[in-house]
């Protein structure tokens, strides 16, 4: 898929997917196994070449580079039945919170691993998405709202989880796992996260850089690995921080 560009789009008469090839003048829209109108947050290259894509209504695979997609949330869905794992906010659907995926991360070793973030927690498939299960954030956390999971660059092991009450909370925390999420410890010692944590960056040079951006505007970060923190809010009126990245 050499030069093939993704992108997931919110327009004013819904939302979707779309590809562009080199030497493509236009972008094209990808239907075919897809929700109409699927909002898309997360996508990422797994084993083979596998296309994953997070949305809000599920996550999807596709094996030949976007033509097709295959739902691959009935693992989710299973887990859905779960009482502490049954949420809805937009409808009446009781699986809702489950299938509204924020993040997805894959690391080489294991390509066909995926780890993901949503309303209700974080979750990881060892099959390429034909089954799920729970990490347990809350037996270390007490927020379990996961916007953002990412994998250090330096090391396989290293998971970095931002965690908030809601989508509109008014607290966040940045966990880290150092077992590939079997135990996670809190990191964001020393500062006051007072809306929803959005996205968690560890920098490529540097495993101790980590940086990270809640909603209205507070981006802080360590450069020793969570022993210290600076905060650097952005000017009044940032309304939504959807990404930061660290160099």
């Known amino acids: 898929m050499e030069s093939t560009v993704f992108a997931g789009a919110v327009m004013a008469d819904g939302s979707g997917l779309f590809r562009r090839k080199a030497g493509q003048a236009d972008w094209e829209p990808l239907t075919k196994g ?7 947050y997360s996508i990422l290259e797994g084993q083979g070449g596998a296309l994953f894509v997070g949305a809000q209504q599920g996550v999807f695979r ?84 996961g916007r953002d999971l990412t994998v250090s660059p330096h090391d396989p092991r290293v998971f970095v989880a931002a965690l908030s009450d809601s989508s509109r909370g008014v607290a966040g925390s940045v966990y880290r796992s150092d077992d590939s999420g079997a135990n996670w410890q809190r990191i964001d010692h020393g500062i006051s996260i007072d809306s929803t944590l959005m996205t968690v960056m560890v920098s490529k040079h540097d495993p101790n850089r980590i940086f990270c951006g809640a909603r209205l505007g507070q981006i802080f970060g360590t450069e020793d690995g969570g022993k210290n923190w600076v905060s650097s809010p952005l000017p009044e009126g940032v309304e939504d921080v959807r990404a930061v990245a660290c160099l």
Not at 34 to 40: A, H, Q, S, T
Not at 93 to 121: F, K, Y
């Open 62 to 145: 596709s094996d030949d580079g976007g033509e097709s997609w295959e739902d691959i949330s009935a693992g989710l869905i299973e887990l859905s039945h779960e009482p502490h794992l049954r949420n809805c906010i937009l409808s009446d659907d009781l699986t809702e919170g489950m299938m509204d995926l924020h993040a997805l991360t894959v690391r080489a070793e294991q390509p066909g691993t995926v780890w993901i973030a949503n309303r209700m927690g974080l979750f990881v498939s060892e099959d390429r998405g034909d089954n799920w299960r729970e990490f347990g954030i809350g037996r270390f956390s007490e927020l379990h709202y």
């Open 34 to 40: 897809l929700p109409e109108r699927v909002k898309v």
